[in-house]
């Protein structure tokens, strides 16, 4: 069952499967780097009575017992829902670049593409994203797909995240 918030925005109550805190661990591989594995933490927050959802996401470099090597990417943002199903989302990263994705929320499903990525003169070559998010059997599952460093939009990443912290204890202060 899907905790919903009584302070929750009512644009938001389709994306309220989102909110908490999850945890997990993905497989991450790309033609310009070596396959690696990756934990990751991602929480989805709200501020009572406003039409968005906060999104975190950090994550860690594994090795091949599960032991954390180092820290890896990060990424914060907005999910703004729409009308008709239809979904916002905004992402910084401390790489460099900015993107804005649209898409579409399908029950507990969520399905996006980039409509826009801005980038820092140092950043690496990014140009286009494409992310789905699925709740399955209770655990956050996504698979993120990129056009980057020369290449055509290809996987990159997938991860199955758990839920340790439940909507009740997502709203931003």
């Known amino acids: ?13 389709q994306l309220a ?6 945890e997990g661990a993905g497989l991450g ?6 396959a690696f594995r990756f934990g990751q933490e991602v929480q989805f927050g709200y501020v009572p009575g406003k039409p968005f ?22 990424e914060t943002g907005y999910w703004r829902p729409q009308p008709d199903e239809e979904v916002e989302v905004l992402l910084t990263h401390p790489t460099g670049f900015v993107e804005v994705y649209l898409g579409r929320i399908e029950s507990a499903r969520v399905e996006l593409a980039t409509r826009g990525v801005l980038k820092t003169e140092t950043a690496k070559d990014y140009r286009s994203g494409h992310r789905l998010y699925g709740l399955v059997n209770g655990n956050l599952m996504y ?6 460093m020369g290449h055509d939009l290809q996987p990159h990443l997938s ?7 439940g909507a009740g204890e997502a709203a931003d202060q």
């Open 159 to 165: 991860a199955e995240l758990k839920r340790v912290a």
């Open 1 to 13: 069952m899907i905790e919903i918030p009584s302070d929750l925005h009512p644009d938001c109550v």
């Open 53 to 74: 959802l906060s999104y975190e996401s950090r994550s860690w470099i594994l090795d091949d017992d599960g032991n954390l090597v180092r820290p890896a990417a990060r």
């Open 143 to 148: 698979v993120y797909e990129m056009a980057a």
């Open 17 to 22: 499967w989102l909110l908490g805190r999850w």
């Open 29 to 34: 591989d790309y033609p310009t780097i070596e």
